[in-house]
């Protein structure tokens, strides 16, 4: 079964640092998303991605963050200078356009450490 | 503005009980809800949806969920549940234009053997 490939799986960074997730869709997915989850708490959306621009984010995503899809496949997260707040787990995820393509496909995600 | 809403932050079973989650729901027009869960150290992995249709939706390990418009819930169900199904159950819903989930807080269910 296809699945989003997420890396690293973990980083564990000093505070100021930048650091940048990678993510791979599944191939034939156009709609791709980030989302966090500080740990035990509520999954919350991050961003969405479609046709090389950004077409929702919250207010979370502030100018700290950035996304990108470099070259077709990768989908990544940035955040340039990362905050203790920061801490958590980031999930991809991504779905195909069509009647069928209302479930979203998350990653395994990537826990990030910012010390 | 779409939202979901989990009430319990934990539900207990022992195995071999039926085993429900509860979520209610507060959109503008038809909703698109799903179940997911998260085993631990693991991502989210998708369970149901309910699009439109039946109202009791059948999913994956044995689920079902059974959309509710009047009460505006849509409540995860187990026959029998298993130790295994202990993990935490998120319910959300999708915005029509953005394909964006919007996740309640999330129920952790435990079963005891």
């Known amino acids: 079964e296809p699945e989003v490939t997420q890396t690293p799986s973990h980083q564990v960074t000093q505070m100021g640092q930048e650091v940048i997730l990678r993510c791979v869709p599944i191939?034939?997915?156009?709609?791709f998303y980030w989302y966090r989850q500080i740990l035990g708490q509520k999954v919350e959306f991050l961003v969405s991605?479609?046709?090389?621009?950004?077409?929702?984010k919250s207010e979370i995503f502030d100018d700290q963050f950035s996304v990108e899809r470099p070259d077709g496949s990768n989908f990544t997260l940035k955040i340039r200078s990362t905050k203790l707040e920061d801490s958590a787990m980031y999930f991809c995820?991504?779905?195909?356009?069509?009647?069928?393509?209302?479930?979203?496909?998350f990653g395994a995600g990537s826990r990030l450490t910012v010390l | 503005a779409q939202s979901v809403a989990q009430p319990e932050d934990q539900v207990n079973v022992a195995e071999g009980n039926p085993l429900t989650v509860k979520c209610t729901y507060s959109?503008?027009?038809?909703?698109?809800l799903f179940w997911y869960v998260q085993y631990p150290n693991r991502g989210l992995q998708f369970l149901l949806k309910y699009i439109t249709g039946d109202n009791l939706v059948k999913g994956s390990y044995g689920f079902e969920a059974e959309f509710n418009k009047s009460q505006t819930s849509f409540h995860l169900k187990k026959p029998s549940a298993l130790v295994s199904d202990s993990a935490l159950y998120f319910c959300a819903v999708r915005s029509l234009l953005t394909g964006k989930l919007s996740f309640g807080a999330g129920t952790t269910v435990t079963v005891r053997a």
């Open positions: 959109v503008s027009g038809n909703p698109y």
């Open positions: 191939s034939n997915h156009l709609y």
């Open positions: 991605f479609y046709n090389n621009e950004i077409s929702e």
């Open positions: 995820a991504s779905r195909a356009q069509g009647s069928g393509a209302n479930v979203l496909t």
